[in-house]
């Protein structure tokens, strides 16, 4: 027996017959349907420091019909998003799959949203929406120098110093610990520099 495909489910009756005597067999004939079955529905990526690239996320697409799925597209939108691996259009026959990787490299601080749009033949959600998220966060505050208006001091006297960050202090400030090497010079135990500020001042009394 030639079976053509179906769009729908169907039975189909062969019967045999010789004379008085008739033998059928019942066929079932299921539809041929491309389903494409996607691993994800959102990537969340975090908190990421601005100009360095988040761990790559995959989305995994799998064909999981009855039939080949044909992938017609995949685009992406939103800063700082990028994707790469499968190619598209690309066709998929039963029990294949194809993954894409997401990545996140946000340029400035702040939060960012995207959407990865799948176009495909499948018989259901034909076109999948994933969407992105991830917060692009400012470099981490450090002490990057710290400098005093006197290098050289004659008798008992104060000094004027300084403490630098490579960049601004978070909220809640950046505390700098402080000692002096020789019991003449006294500095206080800490300085704060202030949230939004790169450097505070402190006294050394000698």
């Given at each position: 027996a030639t079976v053509s495909s179906v769009g729908t489910a169907q039975v189909a009756t062969v019967t045999a017959s010789a004379g008085s005597v008739v033998q059928s067999f019942a066929l079932?004939?299921?539809?041929?349907?491309?389903t494409l079955t996607v691993s994800a529905s959102s990537l969340a990526f975090g908190n990421v420091v601005v100009?360095?690239?988040?761990?790559?996320?995959?989305?995994?697409?799998s064909s999981t019909g009855t039939a080949p799925v044909t992938i017609n597209s995949g685009t992406l939108t939103g800063t700082g998003f990028t994707m790469s691996g499968a190619t598209f259009p690309a066709t998929l026959n039963p029990g294949q799959a194809a993954t894409l990787s997401v990545q996140f490299d946000p340029a400035v601080t702040g939060t960012a949203t995207g959407q990865l749009t799948i176009s495909s033949n499948s018989s259901s959600n034909s076109t999948a929406l994933i969407s992105l998220s991830g917060t692009g966060t400012s470099v981490p505050a450090a002490l990057s120098a710290l400098s005093c208006t006197s290098a050289s001091m004659t008798g008992s006297g104060t000094d004027a110093c300084t403490v630098t960050l490579s960049s601004a202090a978070a909220t809640g400030g950046f505390v700098v610990s402080l000692a002096s090497s020789n019991a003449a010079v006294a500095v206080p135990a800490t300085v704060t520099v202030p949230a939004g500020a790169a450097s505070a001042g402190f006294t050394a009394t000698v």
């Open positions: 079932q004939l299921n539809a041929a349907v491309p100009n360095t690239a988040a761990t790559p996320q995959s989305v995994t697409l």
